[in-house]
């Protein structure tokens, strides 16, 4: 029994602000968590209220078909919903995705998002990875001749790195692709990419025209709402109701599809904690710069900083209660760091320069 998770890892979630307040006695308000990528702002306020307001259904299964919502993500797209798909967060999107193609084989870039590694697994496929750890689609293209994977994931930009294909790259790529090898686009960090350089916005209306595309997308980040676990697919009917075999009943709740819909109404919010989220990312760059520390520019909510011995730093900040990701079990010393609000940016800097 279980032969077939043998080789499996269990996904490391960043660590839990209730983990560091048991493990080094520090008050939960007193911790800095800039570890998984959440948005520090927040929803939108209106989003807060509408869920308080609504709190009493609880008790209720949400609309199962996901219409408002869908109808939401059409006009913000300029799709139809039968072209979407709603999931648990974006990740239950990847995992409907994975089991329902159910691959011998899968293609991914030497370093990217764990959960796609572990869905193959799951269904026993054989994982590739380019041997560039960053998106070159040279390698991609060679190994995809060679080997012809049944799925090649893009992580567009690409997470836990954060650089970014251009989207130009990415079309030619996929129409070098033959059409039984189904390509995952996962747009979680598109909203922040799109800001930055508009030759990274890929719109998921433009997957829609070939039959072996999905594009992702995902509440959990720019939207602010991780905790709801909201995410979606976009691609073609015949892939969306394939995959739709696999979705269980009632797949979010009640709360989150409230939250979720409400998230659409309010650009503005969204917008303001972009913006924010550059500003904020820069006094990182400069620190790096200042040190001497390389870094990889990056189009999302996060940073990668080389920082000699980062498993001790990432320690030592750990011990502040300032709780970040170390990329040593990548094999290189870095840390990547959730870029927070101005308070806790300038705070983990400080620390930075005491300890590195
Ligand atoms: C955060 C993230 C997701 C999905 O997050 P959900 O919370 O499951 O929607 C997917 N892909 C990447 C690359 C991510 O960083």
Redesign the pocket.
Known sequence: MFENLKNLKTYEAGKPIELVVREYGIEPENIIKLA??ENPYGPSPKVIEKVKQNAYLMNRYPDDSFYELKEGLSKKFGIESKNIII??????V?EFVVHGVNPKKVLMAGI??A?YEIYSKQVGAKILKTPSIFHNLDEFREIYEKEKPEIIFL?VP???LGECLDAKEVFKFIEEIDENTLIVI?G??QEFASFKDKEKEIKPKEVLKYKNVIY?G????AYGL?GM???YGIANEWIIKNLHKLRPPFNITTLSLIAAIEALKDEEWVKMGIEKNFEEMQKYVDFAKERGFNYIESF?NFVVLYIPNSSKVANELLKRGIIVRDMASYGFDALRITVGKKEENEKVIKVLREIS
């Open positions: 998984s990528n999931g648990a967060g974006s990740d239950q990847l990217t998002f959960m992580c690409n997470n836990p996962d979680a960090y992702t995902t509440f959990s980040k991780g676990r909201v995410g999302t």
